[in-house]
């Protein structure tokens, strides 16, 4: 919003933020009573610095100044609208009544401390937004800052500039120049080298660096995992090894060997990220690089380091591949530049067109750096589906996030022919707040058994799954482009289960969504038409026992299923 803002830990001694107009407390998984929760001290909250609590913030607040706060077992996760009480309010004007707004929260207040006024509520909640004019203090529990809260941005420029007073001081059109100069410092008298991916990030980030520093001292390695998409190796080639400015290393036999037989999530990711790691310092030592010479580049965004826990008390929603321990020792000694660390996904693109790459680059949809490993799903031991009162059980497990705190769980999965997939997905966060224990919705759309015969089998990473999963995605991609669906999604994950019957011992999951940022999404309804034509093309592959479509919108359930 134009106002520039720094990020601290919660615990900040009130001495370190006297010169803040304005202090926004985050939301975050924790419970005010857990031991180790974070906590703040209650003299910023009487200094006269305008505060606005957020969730979690809105907690703490009620909980350091005398309200009452209560436990929840279960969680609101999702839509809810908002009723003004009419009570004058300050973050509130220009807020339509009834207006959405997105809910992730366990615990509520059940009264706002002493001097506080209710300003608004939602069907479930009696405190959706509470406010002390007098001391300056203003508290919601829904999210103002993610794009499904429809008046959220109004809430937070009433904050900022009525409220706080803050003038704007930051504008996007220099966030080039500097980022620019950062990697100049960064780099110093070193050189970049630099792993792209073909993907959005790693692209703008590596022309940011090759704008900075200029050709001479930027190289690009691009890693053939033998994890991307159909076609991936080409199209990496066909863009940048044409210009001589990216290399590209086949290491597919290094990376499937170093995951055969693995079943583990994190494992997975651990796996990859040090990979990367090795094959980085091969290069380095092969081409006699001296490693004092040069620093690795990277495209982390925002989201993947705040999403790995990346301040002390941020809960570690799940352990990005540029964030296992050979990098954070590479990180530690400031052997790393990450010119994109502070932006979100919208905004990397917007770099990008400001860098003048073409759009096929930059609207190409985002795909994980650990590529199909991750969704690739493996299980321990073969189980059984079993029936459950709103549906089948599967006891794969899939990743949700309520309340920031990222779980695994099995999946709630439902026989619905035809697909009526717009009403099931309201339904779908109904079913997860309601069912303790599952993250996730899918729906049955084509199977070669009913649900109630089919299995969990046991399996890990191997070269065929991978290979299955490549040719299942590679179908989907082509009829999404064709048809033009991929231009109405923001991302198209393609998940392969261990589920099925008989030989055919895996499903195929679409998991279309729609997003601004990659932080919250929705799941996308398709043309039934198209359904359809892409089921029978994937149930043609013997191997494939059914296809599910996952109703499940971000949170409860996250875009990855690992
Ligand atoms: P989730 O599943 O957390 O995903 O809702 C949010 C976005 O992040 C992408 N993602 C990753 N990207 N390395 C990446 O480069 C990773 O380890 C990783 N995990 C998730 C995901 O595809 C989605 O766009």
Same mark, same amino acid.
């Given at each position: 919003?134009?106002? %520039?803002?720094?990020?601290?830990?919660?615990?900040?001694?009130?001495?370190? $933020?006297?010169?803040?107009?304005?202090?926004?407390?985050?939301?975050? &998984? %924790?419970?005010?009573?857990?031991?180790?929760?974070?906590?703040?001290?209650?003299?910023?909250?009487?200094?006269?610095?305008?505060?606005?609590?957020?969730?979690?913030?809105?907690?703490?607040?009620?909980?350091?100044?005398?309200?009452?706060?209560?436990?929840?077992?279960?969680?609101?996760?999702?839509?809810?609208?908002?009723?003004?009480?009419?009570?004058?309010?300050?973050?509130?004007?220009?807020?339509?009544?009834?207006?959405?707004?997105?809910?992730?929260?366990?615990?509520?207040?059940?009264?706002?401390?002493?001097?506080?006024?209710?300003?608004?509520?939602?069907?479930?909640?009696?405190?959706?937004?509470? !406010?002390?004019?007098?001391?300056?203090?203003?508290?919601?529990?829904?999210?103002?800052?993610?794009?499904?809260?429809?008046?959220?941005?109004?809430?937070?420029?009433?904050?900022?500039?009525?409220?706080?007073?803050?003038?704007?001081?930051?504008?996007?059109?220099?966030?080039?120049?500097?980022?620019?100069?950062?990697?100049?410092?960064? =780099?110093?008298?070193?050189?970049?080298?630099?792993?792209?991916?073909?993907?959005?990030? *790693?692209?703008?980030?590596?022309?940011?660096?090759?704008?900075?520093?200029?050709?001479?001292?930027?190289?690009?390695?691009?890693?053939?995992?033998?994890?991307?998409?159909?076609?991936?190796?080409?199209?990496?080639?066909?863009?940048?090894?044409?210009?001589?400015?990216?290399?590209?290393?086949?290491? %597919?036999?290094?990376?499937?060997?170093?995951?055969?037989?693995?079943?583990? &999530?994190?494992?997975?990711?651990? +796996?990859?990220?040090?990979?990367?790691?090795?094959?980085?310092?091969?290069?380095?030592?092969?081409?006699? $690089?001296?490693?004092?010479?040069?620093?690795?580049?990277?495209?982390? +965004?925002?989201?993947?380091?705040?999403? *790995?826990?990346?301040?002390?008390? =941020?809960?570690?929603?799940?352990?990005?591949?540029?964030?296992?321990?050979?990098?954070?020792?590479?990180?530690?000694?400031?052997?790393?530049?990450?010119?994109?660390?502070?932006?979100?996904?919208?905004?990397?693109?917007?770099?990008?067109?400001?860098?003048?790459?073409?759009?096929?680059? $930059? !609207?190409?949809?985002?795909?994980?750096?650990?590529?199909?490993?991750?969704?690739?799903?493996?299980?321990?031991?073969?189980?059984?589906?079993?029936?459950?009162?709103?549906?089948?059980?599967?006891?794969?497990?899939?990743?949700?996030? /309520?309340?920031?705190?990222?779980?695994?769980?099995?999946?709630?999965?439902?026989?619905?022919?035809?697909?009526?997939?717009?009403?099931?997905?309201?339904?779908?966060?109904?079913?997860?707040?309601? %069912?303790?224990?599952?993250?996730?919705?899918? =729906?049955?759309?084509?199977?070669?058994?009913?649900?109630?015969? /089919?299995?969990?089998?046991?399996?890990?990473?191997?070269?065929?799954? +991978?290979?299955?999963?490549?040719? =299942?995605?590679?179908?989907?991609?082509?009829?999404?482009?064709?048809?033009?669906?991929?231009?109405?999604?923001?991302?198209?994950?393609? +998940?392969?289960?261990?589920?099925?019957?008989?030989?055919?011992?895996?499903?195929?999951?679409?998991?279309?969504?729609?997003?601004?940022?990659?932080?919250?999404?929705?799941?996308?309804?398709?043309?039934?038409?198209?359904?359809?034509?892409?089921?029978?093309?994937?149930?043609?592959?013997?191997?494939?026992?059914?296809?599910?479509?996952?109703?499940?919108?971000?949170?409860?359930?996250?875009?990855?299923?690992?």
């Amino acid at each position: 919003m134009g106002v %520039s803002s720094e990020v601290f830990p919660s615990e900040t001694p009130l001495e370190k $933020l006297r010169h803040a107009r304005g202090i926004i407390i985050s939301g975050g &998984p %924790s419970s005010v009573y857990d031991d180790s929760s974070p906590t703040m001290e209650t003299a910023v909250l009487t200094a006269g610095i305008p505060v606005l609590g957020i969730c979690y913030g809105q907690q703490l607040i009620a909980h350091l100044l005398g309200g009452d706060v209560r436990k929840g077992n279960k969680g609101e996760f999702g839509l809810a609208l908002l009723d003004l009480t009419g009570q004058e309010s300050q973050l509130l004007r220009g807020v339509k009544n009834h207006q959405q707004v997105w809910m992730s929260h366990r615990d509520k207040v059940a009264a706002p401390p002493p001097g506080f006024r209710v300003v608004a509520t939602t069907s479930t909640c009696d405190t959706g937004a509470i !406010e002390d004019p007098l001391r300056r203090l203003y508290a919601v529990q829904f999210h103002p800052e993610v794009v499904h809260t429809t008046g959220g941005l109004t809430i937070l420029r009433n904050f900022l500039f009525d409220i706080c007073g803050c003038e704007k001081d930051w504008n996007a059109g220099q966030r080039i120049a500097l980022i620019q100069d950062l990697i100049r410092e960064r =780099a110093g008298d070193r050189n970049i080298f630099f792993f792209v991916s073909g993907g959005v990030d *790693s692209t703008v980030a590596f022309m940011l660096c090759l704008e900075a520093l200029g050709s001479e001292r930027v190289r690009g390695v691009y890693v053939d995992t033998g994890l991307m998409r159909e076609g991936e190796t080409d199209f990496v080639r066909g863009t940048f090894a044409g210009l001589g400015l990216v290399r590209i290393e086949e290491c %597919s036999e290094e990376f499937l060997g170093a995951l055969e037989g693995v079943r583990e &999530p994190e494992l997975k990711r651990h +796996i990859i990220g040090e990979q990367f790691v090795k094959i980085q310092e091969r290069i380095i030592e092969e081409r006699g $690089l001296l490693s004092g010479r040069w620093v690795l580049g990277q495209g982390t +965004i925002y989201p993947d380091t705040i999403e *790995s826990g990346g301040t002390a008390k =941020a809960a570690t929603i799940k352990t990005h591949h540029n964030r296992v321990p050979g990098i954070q020792k590479l990180i530690d000694s400031g052997h790393i530049v990450e010119p994109l660390a502070d932006f979100y996904k919208d905004e990397v693109r917007a770099i990008g067109r400001e860098l003048g790459l073409a759009p096929q680059l $930059l !609207e190409r949809h985002p795909f994980p750096g650990p590529g199909l490993a991750i969704r690739c799903l493996c299980a321990e031991t073969d189980q059984p589906v079993t029936v459950v009162p709103d549906g089948y059980l599967v006891p794969v497990r899939s990743v949700g996030v /309520q309340g920031d705190s990222r779980s695994y769980a099995p999946v709630l999965a439902i026989d619905a022919f035809p697909l009526q997939a717009s009403r099931l997905q309201d339904e779908a966060t109904e079913l997860v707040n309601r %069912s303790v224990g599952v993250n996730r919705v899918i =729906a049955r759309v084509a199977a070669r058994e009913p649900l109630a015969k /089919q299995h969990v089998f046991a399996s890990s990473i191997t070269h065929g799954r +991978i290979e299955l999963l490549r040719a =299942a995605d590679a179908i989907v991609r082509q009829i999404s482009h064709d048809s033009g669906f991929d231009k109405d999604v923001w991302q198209f994950p393609v +998940i392969l289960i261990p589920v099925g019957a008989g030989e055919a011992r895996d499903s195929i999951v679409l998991r279309p969504i729609q997003s601004v940022d990659g932080m919250t999404a929705d799941s996308v309804t398709m043309p039934d038409d198209l359904l359809h034509e892409m089921a029978n093309r994937l149930m043609a592959i013997p191997e494939i026992a059914g296809v599910y479509y996952d109703l499940t919108h971000k949170p409860p359930g996250t875009i990855e299923w690992e």
